[in-house]
């Protein structure tokens, strides 16, 4: 089982910028999806974006697009959330997860359900 955990969240303003970690476990995710999920009081999780290991493909929410970037780096088993332009909206706790496929081109499932490690998650609050 993967190990996950997530730090770089905080309070910030609207419009301001994070970047949030995900520091992973192994020696190799050849075969994963790395997700970021989140989660509003009051809402139920949702899918934010996610990435594929090995080639690096990317998936968005459409309310995220075009302002989270995903990436990955392979050396040193992180992932991470560019957040840019943020919007009170934004205000969740924020999990990262990995899914095992065995695939090398991998669907990347905005599904919570398919993802079998997660790590504890990180606040992000955007204030108005």
């Known amino acids: 089982q993967v190990q996950l955990v997530e730090s770089g969240g905080g309070l910030v303003q609207a419009g301001g910028s994070l970047r949030l970690s995900c520091a992973a476990s192994?020696?190799?995710?050849?075969?994963?999806?790395m997700g970021w999920f989140r989660q509003a009081p009051g809402k139920e999780r949702e899918f934010v974006s996610a990435?594929?290991?090995?080639?690096?493909?990317?998936r968005y929410a459409d309310s995220v697009k075009g302002r989270f970037t995903i990436s990955r780096d392979k050396a040193g088993n992180t992932v991470y959330l560019q957040m840019i332009t943020l919007k009170p909206e934004d205000t969740a706790v924020y999990y990262c997860?990995?899914?095992?496929?065995?695939?090398?081109?991998?669907?990347?499932?905005?599904?919570?359900?398919?993802?079998?490690?997660w790590g504890q998650g990180t606040q992000v609050t955007v204030s108005s």
């Open positions: 997860a990995a899914r095992y496929t065995g695939s090398l081109l991998p669907q990347l499932s905005t599904s919570s359900e398919l993802y079998a490690s």
């Open positions: 192994g020696r190799t995710f050849s075969g994963y999806v």
């Open positions: 990435i594929s290991w090995t080639a690096g493909s990317t």
